[in-house]
T-cell receptor, first 113, second 114 residues
């Protein structure tokens, strides 16, 4: 039981490059989330998927897209990376039967030059 | 809409002293409340959660928190700080009832002085 896994762990991009962050969970949770964490700003929700087949914008969606590939997988895509997207990205999952407790992955540290 | 306020972005305590990290929330319905801990270069892990059962909630590593509805607070305490408690702590709130998003506070970094 791996919980929530994320790949890659580290990434350096040049401005304008694209990339996809991958996330998978093996806990049969319905809901999945992408957050970014910046110093002094806590966790900010980028996109979420309340259930398979649905996705919605969070607090800071600009410059990102997501795909809920199946119940297990939720990917985050940066189409044209900008330095302002330098951050640590966390994927999480939850289930209503667990009081919406968020289970987090280990994070991806992204630097955009 | 729900929100969370953590008072103090940085807190310093001496080893062996009381740890008190403050969290106030707003929610239009009975809330679920959480405290998470993040050690350097790691993800967030759950310390404890309130889900409308007992108002005093005990978590891992000797931490506990008390839900006070009249004060809309959910402060985190530990009687005696240990060096290993140095980390960042996040309070979070979710509306109760089925699927709901979770809103996080901006975090409090705890420094433990030997």
């Amino acid at each position: 039981n791996a919980g929530v896994t994320q790949t890659p762990k580290f990434q350096v991009l040049k401005t304008g490059q694209s990339m996809t962050l991958q996330c998978a969970q093996d806990m049969n949770h319905n809901s999945m989330y992408w957050y970014r964490q910046d110093p002094g700003m806590g966790l900010r929700l980028i996109y979420y998927s309340a259930s398979e087949g649905t996705t919605d914008k969070g607090e800071v969606p600009n410059g990102y897209n997501v795909s809920r590939l199946n119940k297990r997988e939720f990917s985050l895509r940066l189409e044209s990376a900008a330095p302002s997207q330098t951050s640590v990205y966390f994927c999480a999952s939850s289930a209503p039967r667990l009081y919406n407790e968020q289970f987090f992955g280990p994070g991806t540290r992204l630097t955009v030059l | 809409a729900q929100s969370v306020t953590q008072l103090g972005s940085h807190v310093s305590v001496s080893e062996g002293a009381l740890v008190l990290l403050r969290c106030n929330y707003s929610s239009s319905v009975p809330p679920y409340l959480f405290w998470y801990v993040q050690y350097p270069n790691q993800g967030l892990q759950l310390l404890l959660k309130y889900t409308s059962a007992a108002t005093l909630v005990k978590g891992i590593n000797g931490f506990e928190a008390e839900f006070k509805k009249s004060e809309t607070s959910f402060h985190l305490t530990k009687p005696s700080a240990h060096m290993s408690d140095a980390a960042e702590y996040f309070c979070a709130v979710s509306d109760s009832g089925g699927y709901q998003k979770v809103t996080f506070g901006t975090g409090t970094k705890l420094q433990v002085i030997p």
